[in-house]
């Protein structure tokens, strides 16, 4: 990218009043937007003030309406819900209401406005910006408001910023509270796994979401669940024979219990509700399987947010604050969303006829068009579970004789387990003969290889580690023997999953193809590492799950010491020489500075780092956290920084230091893992079935060209293949990192968020884009 970078030090807020509220159903994760608006909006020195309890509050005015300071967004990063409160108002929705909310606003000189909620709310917004002119023009009649603050205050900008567990608004990938209600999800399901296999039971699940499954998809294909009910696409007449049949098939293979996921909204292609007591009693009735309903309700709105959550509210925050910064008269209101892992803004009200076109469809029975209105995620979600819920009957199946052999290859990460199971059943249906490798490379050179069915992959999203095995050894000093093998077994496609390693694996197979002609076959990698240090992809299988056991560990770790005197962690991370765990994890955490390998620091850094916390110590605030990548600086290690911070903070606080090691590779694999995990993978196996089609000559493949051997990645919005060997020219090979990375941007974030003075380049926002209808094309393509 050519462009200038353009920097907001030129966007001041002087004289500018922002008012921040929390409307409609709470979500975790909208404290950690509250916080980033309004220490980006002190930053760029506008005045905040609090509008508590959502727009009751902005009516009842007085002590409802509060200018805050920096401090007051102190240690609310990991509360869940919201600290402002929110409340359902039936006077905002009328004229009178919304004039005394103006008069509110007005007094106070507030005209912009960040909203943080779901489409009634920011509906509810758009339309007090509309009547603004002609309110205030009332009041001034009444004699409420002089003349002067009329002109004054002309106009109301508004900034939405979506907070909704439902994932039910259209144009933005991800609102602000689904990941961590899929957190709770499947907490609960991975749960209730241990109890059904016991007692061989059917459970059905009824989860949120009356008007879109978005989070009973999701939670189905992180889970394996064996069926799932949403509202946009509803089963076709006779699934109570469909559904019995395919319960009963799973019990016959030995599968000791069977999960149902319902949305609440669920309806019948009739339009007529599904309810878990209806599928319970029809379980029952028909099957006679021992069946239990879990109705999860508000468990899923609470708890904690996920790192996911934290790093996008944060995101989001400061987007809306650069938009209101931004706004003029002419713009319409916008919404702050996220596209792939790129901050958008869209016309707001664009996105709620869109959101309400989805709803009009549903009613009319129009359910392929819903599906396509809700956006190329959710359509990506629904036909991945659908290739992997059920397997077709062998007689349906395509016989194409070939072999495609799955090994992972690296450190273990969560998540493989679930790239694995989506690259097994995708080649079965597609027809492949699917072999699985143990242990890596070294495992293939001693012909650790077996064919893997269906039914072997099963229960597999939800389990952490590596079933495969993986080891780290590279694929060079056994050649030979792994050409033998791919010779014995017949291989004519390889699918690995892995980090650096699996990438410098793919680069020496391909290098080694004038040599054995065996390396001539579709290879493809998907990147799987804790790290995310893997050249060609924004994210890597596994570092959500590490991200999330980082910022669960620092909230514990800050937690330990309230109610002690004042005091500062120093915790070190994983990722070799990159920086992302210790970078985002700050992030999420709510860290003061974050040590990384990328961005060079000297002595004086550190020193003014010191002065920085200790004057923040002499406030209110009574902990500091400070993050290090492992590999950061070989002189300034963990313990030199701690006794450093130790030394120059006596008197004012005192240090401890924790390295987090191993816990950060392990554990059960995050929703997202498992989501990203399953569909990526999918991926990558229809593009080894493409390959192998167009190299298939003369009764064998032959497949020798730079584009057979690729890394699928996540670049920005979309999905993307790319032969290795362009990859080379963007890889440090010595610290094996990308030399571009995307994440490196979101550190003057966090440098403002922690009251740093830093530049940061918003060459990137800025531009109000269109909600983009997409053709059914454009969802095989891209995006995830």
């Not at 907001?8 to 404290?31: H, P, R, Y």
């Not at 999701?218 to 699934?239: K, T």
């Not at 410098?504 to 990698?525: H, I, N, Q, T, W």
Request: glycine share 10%; hydrophobic share 40%; net charge neutral.
């Amino acid at each position: 990218m050519d462009h200038q970078p353009k920097f907001f030090e030129n966007l001041s807020g002087t004289g500018k009043a922002i008012g921040v509220l929390t409307s409609g159903g709470d979500a975790q994760g909208m404290n950690a937007a509250v916080r980033a608006v309004v220490r980006m909006g002190i930053y760029v020195k506008a005045k905040v003030y609090f509008v508590y309890e959502g727009y009751q509050g902005m009516v009842d005015g007085g002590d409802n309406i509060v200018e805050v300071s920096w401090e007051s967004v102190s240690s609310i990063l990991q509360v869940g819900g919201t600290v402002i409160g929110s409340a359902r108002c039936k006077s905002f929705r009328t004229r009178e209401g919304r004039l005394q909310a103006a008069c509110n606003l007005v007094k106070r000189g507030i005209t912009n406005l960040c909203v943080i909620g779901g489409d009634g709310s920011l509906t509810g917004a758009n339309l007090f910006r509309e009547e603004w002119s002609g309110l205030l023009e009332e009041l001034a009649q009444k004699g409420k408001i002089d003349e002067e603050a009329v002109k004054k205050y002309a106009y109301l900008n508004i900034v939405g910023m979506v907070g909704s567990i439902d994932n039910d608004f259209c144009g933005t990938d991800m609102t602000i509270g689904t990941d961590s209600a899929l957190h709770r999800i499947i907490e609960v399901v991975d749960a209730i796994m241990t109890t059904a296999q016991s007692h061989q039971r059917t459970f059905v699940l009824e989860v949120m979401g009356r008007h879109c499954g978005y989070l009973a998809l999701v939670s189905a294909l992180a889970c394996g669940a064996d069926w799932v009910f949403i509202p946009e696409y509803p089963p076709e007449e006779g699934w109570e024979d469909s559904m019995c049949v395919k319960l009963s098939e799973n019990r016959a293979r030995k599968k000791r219990l069977n999960i149902i996921i319902v949305a609440e909204g669920a309806i019948d292609c009739h339009n007529k509700p599904i309810t878990s007591e209806k599928v319970k009693d029809l379980v029952v009735q028909r099957l006679g399987f021992d069946t239990r309903v879990t109705i999860l309700g508000h468990v899923q709105r609470g708890g904690t947010p996920s790192a996911f959550d934290r790093i996008l509210a944060s995101r989001m925050g400061v987007e809306a604050v650069l938009a209101l910064l931004e706004a003029t008269p002419d713009t319409p209101a916008c919404v702050v969303s996220l596209s792939g892992n790129q901050a958008v803004r869209l016309p707001l009200m664009e996105c709620v006829q869109m959101t309400q076109e989805v709803q009009k469809a549903m009613d009319e029975g129009r359910f392929v068009e819903a599906v396509r209105l809700r956006g190329r995620s959710f359509e990506n979600n629904l036909n991945t579970y659908k290739l992997l819920s059920q397997k077709k009957p062998d007689a349906e199946l395509p016989k194409t004789n070939f072999n495609v052999a799955v090994l992972n290859v690296g450190a273990p990460a969560a998540g493989m387990n679930a790239a694995v199971r989506a690259a097994v059943r995708v080649g079965i249906t597609e027809g492949h003969k699917m072999f699985a490798v143990i242990d890596g490379f070294e495992g293939f050179a001693r012909g650790k290889i077996k064919e893997i069915s269906w039914g072997d992959v099963g229960g597999w999203t939800g389990q952490g580690g590596s079933i495969l095995g993986t080891k780290r050894t590279l694929p060079a000093k056994y050649l030979e023997k792994i050409a033998d093998q791919m010779r014995t077994n017949n291989i004519n496609a390889l699918m690995v999953i892995g980090g650096f390693e699996a990438y410098l694996g793919l680069l020496e197979l391909s290098a080694a193809r004038e040599k054995y002609d065996e390396f001539c076959v579709p290879m493809v990698m998907v990147p799987a590492t804790v790290s995310n240090n893997v050249p060609g992809s924004d994210f890597s299988i596994g570092a959500d799950t590490a991200l999330n056991t980082i910022t669960d560990t620092c909230d514990r770790i800050k937690q330990s010491a309230s109610g002690t005197k004042r005091r500062v962690f120093i915790i070190e991370t994983m990722g070799g020489y990159c920086g992302y765990l210790a970078n985002m994890g700050a992030l999420a955490a709510g860290a003061d500075a974050a040590y990384i390998f990328e961005e060079q620091f000297d002595i004086r850094e550190l020193q003014a780092n010191v002065e920085h916390l200790t004057e923040k110590m002499k406030t209110s605030i009574q902990r500091g956290l400070v993050l290090r990548n492992e590999n950061c600086n070989e002189n300034y290690t963990t313990d030199f920084i701690y006794q450093l911070y130790s030394e120059e903070g006596k008197g004012v606080f005192d240090c401890r230091k924790n390295v987090l090691g191993h816990m950060q590779q392990g554990g059960a694999p995050s929703p997202f893992d498992r989501n990203f995990g399953t569909k990526i993978s999918a991926k990558a196996m229809q593009w080894i079935s493409k390959k192998l089609k167009e190299t298939y000559r003369k009764g064998k493949v032959f497949a020798n060209t730079d584009d057979s051997v690729c890394l699928l990645g996540m670049r920005r919005r979309n999905l993307v293949f790319q032969p290795v060997a362009e990859l080379k020219n963007e890889t440090d090979f010595v610290h094996r990192i990308p030399m571009e990375q995307w994440w490196l941007k979101l550190r003057p974030l966090m440098k403002i968020l922690a009251k740093y003075k830093t530049s940061y380049d918003v060459s990137d926002s800025g531009q109000l884009e269109h909600v983009a209808m997409h053709s059914p094309k454009e969802a095989e393509t891209g995006a995830i």
